[in-house]
């Protein structure tokens, strides 16, 4: 009984409830934020045209979105990436629009200009952040706690009734198995948690895939793919199931989702037109149930499927992006690239460099790891000094028996 009372002590000592969560009333609820980091990010981009006679670029270069309960640009999503502009600086444009929004809400800047090697020949970009990373997990949800979708909520028409390329929910090999992989009865969250696991299992991750989409469909028919055919699969199949889902797409400060960042720890990535690329891409998974929100998955790592962690910093959500300046039939793309790119007809009459710099500002993090190290040490310590305790009074009550 005191090994329990030692046991429940060292639980109540080290972990104060009030420490242990942050929940929302912003129209979504049961989320964790238990670590976080903040960093500065700085990105450098230099763009210079090459060749005496003039052309014309366009672009439209993704900002880093503040995406977090209280934003003025997100819905129903927990504090993801709370990010805050402290600088935008853009250079050599005959136009420029700054802090454009797409319908799926993602910000944007828009700038265009013709460069000639003689009087002008170079843009630059210059960007500097405050971004807050949360790992964000959701922990029990019942029943009770998902509500009735709003069918008639535009994001059943951006993110879930519509067969698009990439995207085929009326494919009958995509619907046979979506309906195969759940149950009637299951709720959204039960059908996810089944979707993401059997993605997991079903795919083979390659590395040697061209950066071309290739999608659901040809996922499924293959069993392969990189982040993006992962997505998209699951995206599928979840649509089939009448569940919003979306891709995500940014890049990872790191690979390893165990790595704890140090305060002034600095990551340094970078990316030319000589074809040479430090930028690690990736693209995710979020699905919407009512209620509870947007929840982030990494349909790659089936432990993932309600949680995102403080090492992906996002760009973009959504499919299918208008790019200004493109001819018809060439003016949408599937994924928005994490590097800045014109459209323009030339792609050998320039050259650029794009450099991203990470510092970490702040960390929190839980030391539930140790924490349970030391709470496991402490009960069997304590259990081993009662089994000597209760040995030692054995033999000496077995001693005295003989004695007598």
């Known amino acids: 009984m005191k090994t329990h009372k030692i046991a429940f002590l060292l639980l109540t000592f080290l972990f104060p409830m009030n420490l242990m969560s942050i929940a929302s009333t912003e129209g979504i609820s049961n989320y964790e934020v238990s670590q976080s980091v903040t960093y500065q990010v700085e990105l450098d981009y230099t763009f210079t045209h090459t060749q005496i006679s003039p052309q014309t670029y366009y672009f439209k270069v993704a900002r880093l979105n503040d995406r977090q309960p209280n934003s003025m640009v997100t819905q129903y999503c927990p504090p993801y990436q709370e990010s805050n502009l402290l600088y935008n600086s853009i250079t050599g444009t005959d136009s420029l629009i700054m802090g454009s929004l797409d319908k799926f809400n993602n910000t944007y800047d828009l700038f265009n200009a013709t460069l000639n090697s003689v009087t002008s020949d170079t843009i630059t970009l210059s960007q500097k952040y405050k971004v807050k990373l949360s790992e964000v997990t959701f922990g029990t949800i019942l029943d009770s706690d ?12 951006l993110y ?25 009865s299951d709720n959204p969250l039960e059908k996810a948690q089944k979707i993401s696991s059997w993605v997991s299992n079903y795919l083979t991750y390659s590395e ?12 499924y028919d293959n069993q392969l793919g990189d982040c993006s055919e992962y997505s998209t699969l699951m995206i599928t199949l979840l649509r089939i199931q009448g569940i919003p889902a979306r891709k995500v797409s940014g890049y990872l400060i790191s690979a390893d989702s165990n790595l704890q960042p140090a305060v002034g720890q600095v990551f340094h990535f970078q990316a030319s037109s000589s074809g040479t690329s430090s930028i690690l891409g990736h693209a995710w998974v979020e699905y919407y149930i009512p209620e509870i929100g947007w929840i982030a998955c990494e349909p790659q790592n089936p432990n993932y499927y309600k949680k995102s962690d403080y090492l992906r910093l996002n760009l973009n959500i959504g499919a299918w992006f208008f790019l200004p300046g493109a001819s018809p039939g ?3 793309i599937s994924e928005f690239p994490p590097i800045p790119s014109p459209v323009a007809y030339d792609h050998d009459a320039y050259t650029f460099n794009y450099d991203v710099k ?8 839980n030391s539930l790891d140790l924490l ?12 081993i000094i009662g089994i000597a305790l ?3 009074s ?6 005295e028996y003989l004695t007598h």
Do not use: Q
């Open 358 to 365: 990470i510092t970490v500002l702040e960390t929190s993090f």
């Open 394 to 399: 054995s033999r000496k009550k077995r001693k």
């Open 390 to 392: 209760l040995i030692r």
């Open 372 to 383: 349970i190290i030391i709470i496991i040490s402490s009960i069997l310590g304590v259990v």
């Open 208 to 219: 040697s895939l061209p950066a071309l989409e290739k999608g659901a469909s040809w996922a």
């Open 160 to 184: 879930c009734n519509n067969t698009e390329e990439y995207y085929e929910r009326d494919d009958p090999d995509l619907i046979a198995a979506s309906n195969s992989i759940v149950d009637p």
């Open 330 to 332: 060439h003016d949408y």
């Open 146 to 157: 998902i509500g009735s979708y709003n069918t008639s909520d535009e994001m059943f028409d």
